[in-house]
């Protein structure tokens, strides 16, 4: 059996400390991973900073992190579509309700995957490159193709105009970035928010337009842009991005928004135990402006729902995207993995900076550590 090691959170606000972990054998559905690569996340960060605001249920000592890429070194009974010594990327979801929370877990030497939520790495692309889809592509995935959040045509490899809009805030993020090649492969028309020096990188991504956030005018020169179109839905991914979004909605009445970030920024957290003044301007504020969001989505007949990136797990979205549609579309290069990978160490003792610096902020990039 195989020596693993970790990048253990022992306690809330702690520091990652790298030791020794069991070797898990996987389940007749499961396959173990030897990562090559893993990305980091803002849930990573939240976790970590929040003590037990989110993610309540996780036990310490835990293993954080969701995406890896790596080769295959053991299957399950039942895996029929990898077998050992494959190179594969996986969302691994160690962290949801439900699961072996440190087997599953993505900063570690062998992680436990679920074959549904795999999918080969293409000749040629490297892990660190493949590892920064998984939670990315979940997430919009869920948000896009679900019934109970935007509802849209699933993507094939030849599928038809649909003659309708999606309006994707926050392109240039991971889940933007995923959204929008999903939302142009079932046939949508992508309007995307970016700053100006991503614009380029969105249309090849492609967005037919491509808006700045920032600008004073925004939610009104995106609503010209739409004049006359069927909007089928908008995605708010990034803080602050849910107003101005059901503003658009509420302007061109399409009736369905995504939301993929809170109102609030959890970045400015202090990582210290206790209710802290910070800690409770943050929950008063995120109560607030969301209630106050529903409101008026109720009063214009819109739905606006938060996303949890694993939900596509338990529904037909996932052994869709990760089955049907991903596996093919990146062999071909009509997917192509997005943001850029930017790579700021190797080893596990890597993490806790990687952490760090997404903390101080990224933009247009995800942050890898190489195994």
Request: charged share 15%; aromatic share 6%.
């Given at each position: 059996?195989?020596?693993?090691?970790?990048?253990?959170?022992?306690?809330?606000?702690?520091d990652l400390v790298?030791?020794?972990?069991?070797?898990?054998?996987?389940?007749?559905?499961?396959?173990?991973?030897?990562?090559?690569?893993?990305?980091?996340?803002?849930?990573?960060?939240?976790?970590?900073?929040?003590?037990?605001?989110?993610?309540?249920?996780?036990?310490?000592?835990?293993?954080?992190?969701?995406?890896?890429?790596?080769?295959?070194?053991?299957?399950?009974?039942?895996?029929?579509?990898?077998?050992?010594?494959?190179?594969?990327?996986?969302?691994?979801?160690?962290?949801?309700?439900?699961?072996?929370?440190?087997?599953?877990?993505?900063?570690?030497?062998?992680?436990?995957?679920?074959?549904?939520?795999?999918?080969?790495?293409?000749?040629?692309?490297?892990?660190?490159?493949?590892?920064?889809?998984?939670?990315?592509?979940?997430?919009?995935?869920?948000?896009?193709?679900?019934?109970?959040?935007?509802?849209?045509?699933?993507?094939?490899?030849?599928?038809?105009?649909?003659?309708?809009?999606?309006?994707?805030?926050?392109?240039?993020?991971?889940?933007?970035?995923?959204?929008?090649?999903?939302?142009?492969?079932?046939?949508?028309?992508?309007?995307?928010?970016?700053?100006?020096?991503?614009?380029?990188?969105?249309?090849?991504?492609?967005?037919?337009?491509?808006?700045?956030?920032?600008?004073?005018?925004?939610?009104?020169?995106?609503?010209?842009?739409?004049?006359?179109?069927?909007?089928?839905?908008?995605?708010?991914?990034?803080?602050?991005?849910?107003?101005?979004?059901?503003?658009?909605?509420?302007?061109?009445?399409?009736?369905?928004?995504?939301?993929?970030?809170?109102?609030?920024?959890?970045?400015?957290?202090?990582?210290?135990?206790?209710?802290?003044?910070?800690?409770?301007?943050?929950?008063?504020?995120?109560?607030?402006?969301?209630?106050?969001?529903?409101?008026?989505?109720?009063?214009?007949?819109?739905?606006?729902?938060?996303?949890?990136?694993?939900?596509?797990?338990?529904?037909?979205?996932?052994p869709m995207v990760?089955?049907?549609?991903?596996?093919?579309?990146?062999?071909?290069?009509?997917?192509?993995?997005?943001?850029?990978?930017?790579?700021?160490?190797?080893?596990?003792?890597?993490?806790?900076?990687?952490?760090?610096?997404?903390?101080?902020?990224v933009s247009a990039?995800?942050?890898?550590?190489?195994?």
């Amino acid at each position: 059996m195989p020596d693993n090691f970790a990048a253990w959170l022992d306690a809330p606000y702690a520091d990652l400390v790298v030791r020794d972990a069991p070797y898990t054998a996987p389940g007749p559905d499961e396959m173990v991973i030897r990562n090559r690569a893993v990305a980091v996340n803002p849930l990573d960060i939240v976790k970590q900073g929040s003590g037990d605001l989110m993610y309540r249920w996780l036990p310490y000592p835990l293993v954080l992190g969701t995406d890896v890429a790596g080769e295959v070194v053991e299957v399950g009974s039942s895996i029929t579509r990898f077998r050992v010594g494959d190179r594969v990327l996986a969302y691994v979801v160690g962290m949801e309700k439900g699961r072996r929370h440190n087997a599953e877990g993505g900063f570690q030497l062998y992680s436990v995957a679920r074959e549904i939520l795999a999918a080969p790495v293409p000749d040629g692309m490297a892990f660190a490159d493949a590892a920064v889809l998984p939670l990315g592509l979940s997430t919009a995935s869920s948000a896009l193709f679900q019934s109970d959040q935007l509802g849209l045509r699933h993507p094939t490899a030849s599928t038809p105009p649909t003659g309708q809009s999606v309006v994707v805030w926050g392109g240039s993020t991971s889940v933007g970035s995923n959204a929008i090649q999903l939302a142009v492969a079932a046939g949508y028309d992508v309007v995307a928010t970016a700053s100006p020096k991503n614009h380029e990188r969105m249309r090849e991504l492609g967005a037919s337009a491509v808006f700045d956030y920032s600008s004073p005018t925004v939610v009104s020169d995106i609503v010209a842009q739409l004049a006359g179109s069927s909007v089928a839905g908008l995605l708010a991914v990034g803080t602050g991005s849910a107003e101005p979004v059901v503003a658009i909605a509420a302007r061109t009445g399409a009736k369905r928004v995504a939301m993929a970030s809170p109102s609030v920024s959890f970045d400015s957290l202090p990582q210290r135990s206790g209710l802290t003044p910070e800690l409770a301007r943050v929950g008063v504020k995120l109560v607030g402006s969301n209630m106050a969001l529903q409101a008026r989505c109720l009063a214009r007949g819109i739905r606006a729902r938060f996303i949890w990136g694993s939900t596509l797990m338990d529904n037909e979205v996932g052994p869709m995207v990760w089955g049907d549609f991903l596996p093919a579309a990146l062999a071909d290069g009509r997917f192509v993995a997005a943001p850029t990978a930017e790579v700021v160490g190797h080893g596990l003792e890597s993490v806790q900076s990687a952490l760090d610096a997404l903390r101080r902020g990224v933009s247009a990039k995800k942050l890898v550590v190489t195994l």
